[in-house]
């Protein structure tokens, strides 16, 4: 009787899930029956929608903002060349269609967040953090924990990622394991701290595996587990993680019972140092110009730079101070600000009078005054 309620086609499709003694035919009518939220559909969420689209998940919703750039390709492979530009929603939708029609696909042209966070995660039965900020992480553990929803989380950055369950069996949530956001500044984004380009691959296909057993009701989750990769050594750990008592959502006597947006940010705020539009420094190069210190990587300076700077890691700056004269006008920049506010803000504590950060860094430099810069 069961057997009769898949096609021909999807049993040919589903075949090698078919003889899986865990899976079977059941679990593939559980698979169709179910519904996972991707929130995020970039580097973590093209993995996790192909592999789960594949597998006959019944429904998937994808919340996602964002546009197609160039820079996504290196690693969100959901995407070709010919969709720069293009809302990631949309083609990501059209992707997930030709890879099973089978499958639901409800795209969510929106950022996750306080207004619509509640509604998209009770129309689910499992959410999946594919996100690449703290405040929206935050944001989706509290909405799964106050809405009683499994979350599988993982992140990534540089060469390593992490992969765990949260929300789980009396397990803990994400702020069990990191109770408060890093502070502004001090954690640096993707686009400058840079991703190996197959590790959200890695660890994407991991939170699908999770998703599939849960529903599945098979195996091991990864609750009360963090699991840790490093791809340069190649190596697997895991660290336990037990539910905090005193936790603000999940704990004994919760203080967070609504959901707020936190300011969290990979910059520093721009407010808090001088600045410099690039109009106005393009004006004085031309002119009288002043000293320029970038404090961007020794990697990224090999990528492009501004003619005439001088360069110092911001990670050496402090040691390196006494290279630069304190009566001169200096310009700090970095890629986008941050890095450079908190060089100006060393160099002012120093003794130096006249110190600007560039507004924007040099992706708004390239942007507005030089166009052949690469950007990257």
Known sequence: MAFMSLSPEQIQRYSRHLTLPQVGVEGQQRLAEASVLLVGVGGLGSPLAIYLAAAGMGRIGIVD?????????????????????RSKVERAAERIRDINPHVTVEPYASQFDVDNAFDLVDAYDIVIDGTDNFATRYLVNDACVLR?????????????????????????????????????????????????????????????????????????????RLLLF??????????????????????????????????????LPDQEVEEIEPAELARQLAATPPRLLDVRTAEEW???????????????????????????????????????????????????????????????????????????
């Open 230 to 267: 490093d791809a340069l050594e190649m190596r697997f750990r895991e660290l336990s993680i037990r539910r905090d008592p005193g936790c603000p959502v999940c704990g004994e006597a919760p203080t967070i019972t609504e959901l707020s947006s936190i300011d969290v940010s990979c910059e």
């Open 65 to 85: 903002f964002d546009a197609v750039d160039l820079s996504n390709l290196q690693r969100q492979i959901l995407y070709a060349n010919r969709d720069i530009g």
């Open 148 to 224: 009683g929803k499994p979350n599988v989380y993982g992140s990534i950055f540089r060469f390593e990622g992490q992969v765990s369950v949260f929300g789980l069996e009396d397990g803990p949530c994400y702020r069990c394991l990191y109770p408060e956001a890093p502070p502004p500044g001090t954690v640096p984004s993707c686009a400058e701290g840079g991703v190996l380009g197959i590790l959200p691959g890695i660890i994407g296909t991991l939170q699908a595996t999770e998703a599939i057993k849960l529903v599945l009701g098979r195996g091991r989750s990864l609750n009360r």
């Open 302 to 376: 090999a990528i492009t730079r501004l003619d005439g700077a001088l360069h110092i890691p911001i990670a050496e700056l402090e040691q390196r101070v006494g290279e630069l004269d304190p009566a001169e006008s200096w310009v700090v920049y970095c890629k986008m600000g941050g890095r450079a506010a908190r060089a100006v803000r060393l160099l002012a504590q120093r003794g130096f009078r006249r110190v600007v950060n560039l507004s924007g860094g040099l992706d708004r430099w390239g942007s507005e005054i030089d166009p052949s810069m690469p950007r990257y």
